[in-house]
């Protein structure tokens, strides 16, 4: 029977970090270690090897004989594949065969193998033998462990809230992300509602942790000052890793650690601890109607007894824990912060929301619509408010219906007490009394909003439903009917001069006209319909209110948040201009513009005469521009350049204020701004850099407004003008934190107080 020697090379061989030569009679194979292969770069296909000729193998010499020593190339030699050969029969006598040995050699330099001595070896049986052939084999690329998607993911608690991470994953890495701060209520809190330490730590996080993997961004240094902060955020971002596993960590149920949590309606905080495994430990404390959780020194007595009845049940039970009597609706509210607490601490939460800031319409009327914006955390709402808008889409505050404004208040409480909208919603039983339309409106708009928060987003890019339009000059109101991504239906009404919207039994010929011409071009083109010779304006609009009708059916979330946002252009010593921009969709669709004095009063007719002349011209070229970045490009008025210049500031910082996630996210706008006190006697003028206030200056006030020069102060009034100007540098100013009154008198504490509420009032007006 015919044997077969076969050679075999592990893979162990193949994969380690140097080359192995091995050498026998007519086989010499060189094999370079594979390294290991990128997560990004997938591994090289080996090269077919050459198939060389078949060769006679010559007879072995009787006598041992020295082999010369291999010199041994630079560049890896491929495989050959040889075919099988019939080795010719050897002599019954001895003959000396070199014995194969394997020499391990250096992968990166390549070295001469010393000659191997001959050794006496009995003849073998001649016999044909297959030489076997070596596969060179690419090691599979690495699978990225982690789901690419959106994961949120909070540090640990503590009494004024904690750090939260909103981290997109893509290939691994960090693509996006958000970072917070929050409230008490893990509602995220502007920038400038936090310590100062954590004012520039935001952008300079965010600018460490972009890009990074898990394991590098655990190694990100934290910002020196806001060390606590930083940390939190690196817990959260590897804490949103752990959630994006594709297979989770067996055994692992919990994020170890203290979590804490928050009824929707506000009313209690739980602080929960787990281990990976189980919860160890529960705390329970009662909020206050301003959203800050009562220090347990500060309990009052029936406080501190439905603590201590309800804290043992959550611990021993956890939700499903049965209410002590005569704290029902106590152990309610507990029970849903600590089911808060629980979704913040599991490592594979499996909410079908992600969390943040959503805004929805409800169904519109001629007479107006309804809209929500809420807060969704762990698919719960936490936040919500809501408003009722005219025919023109703009708020209507308290203007709105008696019981519709009434309603308001009630509406909110029962979806927050909802945790979300109103299924199956009954206008009879969910409705409230003299605002049932509004009420169902408003539920309505909370459920869309949901749906855009939709992880996985459901089918179809639009809303079925009726939806509103106008354009942000308000000529005309469009009602759009959407049904399966088509607009199925338009209504279009023209408003008149003076504002409302002209009735169809009192519109002219012309205008009946001009409405059938304006209604079918849209609906045959939609946005792109062709103007009307003559009613270019009014086709200009309708297009724009089609756009905006179409904007408010989308079940995508916009950048920016709707609304009336209040900003400044840079001060200087007589004043400053402001801008009140209300924005929907992200476009201008109502804008005031002022020029104030050092009081912040309005000048009016006192102004310039050029600026005066420049406002409603400049109004008007920022409406027709319409958006954040081609209201950057309207050129200034003549005569009135600054003030242009800074009115156009003041529109970007008013943008700034409504991006619902921030581009550049820091506690204040870079520029000069002035506040005054309550009695308008007294004005300080705040620098800010690297967004943080770095100087300031203080002016005294006449009656009029004006500026009193230094000659008409008292000592007092100087001393206190010396000691918040000085001294001047590029770092946090002394009262640029937490200000407070001082003085070596009366007099300057009196002073000094007025001059702080200026201070608080100019950082107001700055914050991004």
Do not use: C
């Not at 705390?283 to 501190?304: H, W």
């Not at 490592?347 to 805004?359: A, E, V």
């Not at 936490?382 to 208040?409: F, I, M, P, Q, S």
């Not at 991504?485 to 209504?491: A, L, P, R, W």
């Amino acid at each position: 029977m015919k044997k077969l020697i076969s050679l075999t090379v592990s893979a162990a061989l193949l994969l380690s970090p140097l080359a192995f030569t091995m050498n026998a009679p007519a086989l010499n194979l060189k094999v370079d270690a594979v390294s290991a292969a990128s997560e990004e770069a997938p591994a090289a296909t080996a090269k077919p090897a050459a198939t060389p000729k078949a060769t006679k193998k010559p007879a072995a010499t009787p006598k041992a004989t020295k082999k010369p020593a291999a010199t041994p190339k630079a560049t890896k030699k491929p495989a050959a594949t040889p075919k099988a050969t019939k080795k010719p029969a050897a002599t019954p006598k001895a003959t000396a065969k070199p014995a194969v040995k394997a020499t391990a050699k250096p992968a990166v330099k390549a070295t001469a193998k010393p000659a191997v001595k001959a050794t006496a070896k009995p003849a073998a049986t001649p016999k044909a033998t297959a030489k076997p052939v070596v596969k060179a084999t690419a090691k599979p690329a690495v699978k990225n462990v982690y789901n690419d998607g959106v994961y949120v993911a909070y540090g640990d608690a503590y009494s004024k809230g904690t750090e939260g991470a909103k981290v997109t994953i893509k290939n691994g890495k960090i693509a996006d992300i958000e970072l917070m701060r929050t409230s008490p209520k893990i509602i995220d809190r502007n920038a400038s509602e936090n310590y100062s330490g954590v004012w520039q730590a935001y952008g300079l996080m965010k600018s460490r942790l972009m890009g990074q993997t898990r394991e590098s961004a655990a190694k990100v240094d934290a910002v020196s000052g806001a060390t606590r902060t930083s940390t939190g955020w690196k817990l959260s971002v590897d804490r949103a890793f752990e959630r994006a596993l594709a297979v989770k960590p067996a055994g692992e149920k919990y994020f170890a650690g203290e979590h804490m949590g928050v009824d929707p309606e506000g009313k209690y905080a739980v602080f929960a601890t787990y281990d990976a495994k189980k919860l160890t430990a529960v705390k329970v404390f009662p909020m206050t109607a301003t959203g800050d959780i009562v220090d347990e020194k500060a309990f009052t007595p029936e406080q501190a007894a439905a603590v201590a009845a309800i804290a043992p049940v959550l611990l021993a039970k956890g939700t499903a824990g049965t209410a002590p009597a005569g704290y029902e609706a106590d152990f309610k509210a507990a029970a849903n912060a600590m089911w808060d607490a629980e979704q913040n601490a599991l490592i594979n939460n499996t909410s079908k929301y992600i969390d943040g800031f959503y805004s929805a319409y409800g169904t519109a009327r001629s007479v107006g619509v309804e809209r929500a914006d809420i807060v969704i955390r762990n698919g719960k709402l936490v936040d919500v408010k809501l408003y009722r808008l005219g025919a023109n889409l703009l708020d209507r505050g308290n203007t709105a219906y008696a019981k519709v404004v009434e309603a308001n208040a009630p509406m909110t409480a029962k979806l927050l007490a909802n945790g979300s909208f109103i299924a199956n919603y009954d206008e009879k039983v969910d409705g409230i009394s003299g605002a049932t339309e509004s009420s169902h409106g408003w539920n309505q708009s909370v459920e869309r909003a949901f749906e855009k928060a939709l992880k996985v987003p459901a089918k179809g890019k639009y809303f079925d439903g009726k939806f509103a339009g106008v354009d942000n000059q308000s000529k005309l109101l469009l009602l759009v009917d959407t049904a399966s991504d088509q607009v199925t239906g338009i209504t279009l009404s023209l408003f008149g001069a003076d504002g409302k919207l002209v009735a169809a039994d009192k519109m002219t010929e012309e205008q009946k006209t001009l409405v059938a011409q304006l209604t079918k071009g849209l609906l045959d083109k939609g946005v792109n319909m062709a103007d009307i010779a003559g009613q270019e304006e009014l086709s200009k609009a309708a297009r724009a209110a089609l756009a905006d009708a179409l904007a408010n059916a989308s079940k995508v979330q916009g950048a920016y948040k709707d609304g009336t946002f209040t900003a400044y252009g840079d001060a200087y010593d007589k004043g400053t201009n402001r801008a009140d921009v209300t924005l929907r969709n992200g476009v201008i669709v109502n804008l005031n513009l002022y020029r104030v004095g050092m009081d912040l009063v309005d000048k009016g007719d006192k102004a310039y005469k050029e600026v005066i002349k420049a406002l409603p011209i400049l109004k008007s070229e920022l409406l027709t521009a319409g958006t954040r970045e081609a209201a950057q490009q309207v050129d200034a008025v003549s005569g009135a350049t600054s003030s242009s210049n800074a009115l156009k500031l003041a529109v970007a910082r008013a943008y700034g204020q409504a991006e619902i996630v921030e581009s550049e996210k820091a506690a204040y706008f870079n520029g000069i701004f002035i506040g005054v006190s309550a009695d308008k006697s007294v004005n300080v003028m705040v620098e800010t850099k690297y967004h943080i206030p770095v100087k300031m200056t203080v002016y005294y006030l006449d009656a009029a407004g004006n500026v009193k020069t230094n000659d008409k102060l008292t000592a007092d009034e100087l001393a206190v003008k010396y000691e918040i100007e000085t001294p001047t540098n590029d770092s946090l100013h002394k009262y640029g934190y937490r200000p407070a009154a001082f003085g070596a008198n009366d007099a300057q504490k009196a002073i000094s107080a007025k001059a702080v509420e200026a201070i608080k009032s100019a950082l107001a007006t700055a914050v991004q």
